[in-house]
């Protein structure tokens, strides 16, 4: 059987940088050299792979929409001569770029693995190898038809994973998803919840516009009315961040009229939860019940990051506000639970 061939796509972040009198950073050219010099790459029972480079390298805390474009388009014009992907990636925003391509890359039908490192490979106990080898031979897998993380032994879906450790090597989990496979002695495929549609249409690019998407963390105390002009006149798509099952303070009052100009001016605000798990249910509590009324969107389980990545997807592919708020609430690639 001949070996699968793996393009590893580098796109900056921590497993590639060097130290600098600033702290580390990313060096055009310097990643590729330090695998020449890793034997197990080589190894026999490892895929053989082709390693491209972006240039510029980012932190991934540097990296926007078009970055993503970038990637997605990096895999989409290499898609037929691979078996899998392999994006090297910063940790501080991975869980937003797995999201963002999840849903970029339509009829994706091979695997797309992201995963980095806490701790650059030019560190002594740098976990970099470990993540890359495995990411690779899992890059591999003709099983693994979808967009997915690879971190610290963790296979996770890409739009159900979040950064939840700033400095362990376990940094990712996928609280609302179980694991789709875990990688001790032997790379071990869990019954994974069922996986986004995988069709046999050719992949199509869905490159992503700049659209003005925020993020409002509702806190105690928190002044709605200091975030009208923001939420009616500037943004297009909000996710709320909002305590437990989809709960604001304040029953709303000063929110909820705010929320119904937001709509009527063409804006889709979705609610999703400040807690890691669980899932927003809207009208559990008279603190919730209101939002829906007022036009606002469930995100269910939906992470922060995949919420935003939707609404850059949704509000790119041209879409009504009035279909907008329906696909918001539907499971497109596997990243809600309703
Ligand atoms: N700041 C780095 C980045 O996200 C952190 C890392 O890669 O772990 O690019």
Aim: one cysteine or more; hydrophobic letters at 40%.
């Amino acid at each position: 059987m001949s070996k699968k061939h793996i393009c590893i796509i580098h796109t900056g972040g921590t497993i590639g940088m060097i130290r600098s009198a600033h702290g580390y950073l990313p060096k055009i050219g310097y990643l590729e050299t330090v695998l020449d010099t890793i034997a197990d790459l080589k190894d026999e029972s490892m895929p053989r792979y082709t390693f491209y480079e972006m240039n510029p390298l980012l932190d991934s805390s540097d990296m926007a929409v078009n970055d993503w474009n970038k990637i997605g388009e990096e895999i989409a014009n290499r898609y037929n001569d691979y078996d899998g992907f392999v994006v090297l990636h910063g940790t501080d925003t991975m869980a937003y770029t797995a999201s963002a391509l999840s849903f970029m890359l339509k009829n994706l039908n091979k695997p797309v693995v992201l995963t980095g490192s806490q701790i650059p490979l030019c560190e002594v106990r740098s976990d970099g190898q470990d993540n890359l080898i495995t990411s690779l031979i899992i890059a591999s897998d003709a099983r693994v038809k979808e967009v997915c993380l690879y971190f610290g032994g963790r296979l996770l879906r890409g739009n159900r994973a979040t950064k939840m450790s700033a400095d362990g090597l376990l940094a990712f989990d996928s609280p609302n998803c179980p694991r789709l496979a875990e990688a001790g002695i032997t790379i071990r495929y869990l019954p994974a919840p069922p996986p986004p549609q995988v069709s046999d249409a050719p992949l199509t690019l869905c490159k992503f516009e700049d659209v003005p998407i925020g993020v409002l963390k509702v806190f105690p105390g928190i002044s709605f009315p200091i975030f009208d002009k923001l939420m009616t006149e500037k943004l297009r798509g909000i996710v709320l961040e909002t305590f437990g099952a989809g709960n604001i303070p304040g029953e709303g009052d000063s929110l909820l009229p705010i929320i119904r100009k937001a709509f009527n001016a063409g804006s889709v605000v979705t609610v999703c939860s400040q807690c890691p798990q669980g899932t927003v249910s809207l009208g559990t509590y008279a603190t919730s019940s209101p939002l829906k009324e007022a036009g606002a969107v469930s995100g269910y389980d939906m992470t922060t990051e995949s919420a935003v990545a939707k609404l850059y997807y949704l509000f790119s592919q041209g879409h009504s506000k009035e279909e907008i708020k329906r696909l918001m609430e539907e499971n497109l690639r596997g990243e809600l639970t309703k």
